[in-house]
């Protein structure tokens, strides 16, 4: 499969608990995107990366999340002392250096309990 | 800042009806607007963008920047165009989307 993947698929944690995400996107696409949706909301920007820069964050991204792209490969997208307002969907995309149209992930869905 | 504004949440239509779904944006540079489209149980991919002025599956959209509109347009529905649709507007060098709420589209036999 040459799309883009995402690691898990669900994710069920408890108040405080940490949970880290992964993506890995299309292997020649040197930009990757997260971002967040919630129940009746369209995705809303969290942060990319370009290879390994991450070059912007969204407001929405307090200190408790983290993202690393090492290598400019597969990111991840760590929430730490996870809030029951973290429950969402948490999408990633790639876009290739000469594109426009991203490629979406299917997404993880974190529920916080 | 910049919005999308997609003011129906459902849209119901009969087979063979015409469809518009609409999207209004507020940015105050030179706008790029997409429409991406989720089928059911699949992920979300990108259906067509204004500079391409294409037809992507009989669908449509005209960047009307007097009305800051883009309204997705396709003359005759059909069963498999239900889907959820969403419109979004690129901002900045960084290829970052504002996204609309959506708007599920359900096409009715």
């Known amino acids: 499969d040459t799309g883009v993947s995402q690691d898990p698929r669900h994710k069920i944690t408890k108040r405080g608990q940490n949970v880290t995400f992964r993506c890995d996107p299309i292997?020649?696409?040197?930009?990757l995107y997260w971002y967040r949706q919630t129940l009746g909301q369209g995705p809303e920007f969290l942060t990319y990366?370009?290879?390994?820069?991450?070059?912007?964050k969204s407001r929405l991204l307090s200190d408790r999340f983290s993202a690393e792209r090492p290598k400019g490969s597969f990111s991840t997208l760590e929430i730490q002392r996870t809030e029951q307002g973290d429950s969402a969907m948490y999408l990633c995309?790639?876009?290739?250096?000469?594109?426009?149209?991203?490629?979406f992930g299917s997404g993880t869905r974190l529920t916080v309990v | 800042a910049q919005r999308v504004t997609q003011p129906e949440k459902l849209l119901s239509v009969f087979k063979g009806a015409p469809v518009e779904l609409k999207c209004n944006y507020s940015?105050?540079?030179?706008?790029?607007l997409f429409w991406y489209v989720q089928y059911s149980r699949q992920r979300l991919q990108l259906l067509l963008r204004h500079i391409s002025r294409e037809s992507i599956k009989g669908f449509t959209a005209d960047l009307n920047k007097g009305e800051t509109s883009f309204h997705l347009k396709k003359p005759f529905a059909q069963e498999e165009d239900s889907a959820m649709y969403y419109c979004?507007?690129?901002?900045?060098?960084?290829?970052?989307?504002?996204f609309g709420t959506g708007t599920q589209l359900k096409v009715e036999l």
């Open positions: 940015y105050s540079g030179s706008p790029e």
């Open positions: 979004a507007l690129r901002t900045g060098g960084g290829n970052k989307l504002t």
């Open positions: 990366f370009q290879n390994e820069a991450q070059l912007e």
């Open positions: 995309a790639s876009v290739n250096p000469t594109g426009y149209g991203y490629t």
């Open positions: 292997s020649e696409h040197n930009r």
